[in-house]
Nanobody, 119 residues
Framework: QVQLVESGGGLVQAGGSLRLSCAAS????????MNWFRQAPGKEREFVAA????????YYADSVKGRFTISRDNAKNTVYLQMNSLKPEDTAVYYC????????????WGKGTLVTVSS
């Protein structure tokens, strides 16, 4: 069992930056690949970024490549999403997700954190 809690969302102007965090409970965090998904109003949830259990491999959606960076600190049971050059279309609720394979939806979800980018 893994419990996930996201934080770091908020309101930012276009071009700005935010850093999201996802804190995980449980001693098996380092065995999970971690994903970030997002869901904008009226749209389906979409993949944003993923990182392998070791942190050695990362994946990004084309829409965020070059602007977002995913990382993890297994000693702190935390995964991060650094978001730079934010655009209004990045506005969404961002969810942390844990599972066995990066980029594949895992069984464990956080409740999400809202990111709003104003133009």
């Amino acid at each position: 069992q893994v419990q996930l809690v996201e934080s770091g969302g908020g309101l930012v102007q276009a071009g700005g930056s935010l850093r999201l965090s996802c804190a995980a409970s449980g001693r098996t965090f380092s065995s999970y690949a971690m994903n970030w998904f997002r869901q904008a109003p009226g749209k389906e949830r979409e993949f944003v970024a993923a990182i392998s259990w070791s942190g050695s491999t990362t994946y990004y959606a084309d829409s965020v490549k070059g602007r977002f960076t995913i990382s993890r600190d297994n000693a702190k049971n935390t995964v991060y999403l650094q978001m730079n050059s934010l655009k209004p279309e990045d506005t969404a609720v961002y969810y942390c997700n844990a599972g066995p394979i990066a980029t594949t939806i895992g069984d464990y979800w956080g409740k999400g954190t809202l990111v709003t980018v104003s133009s």
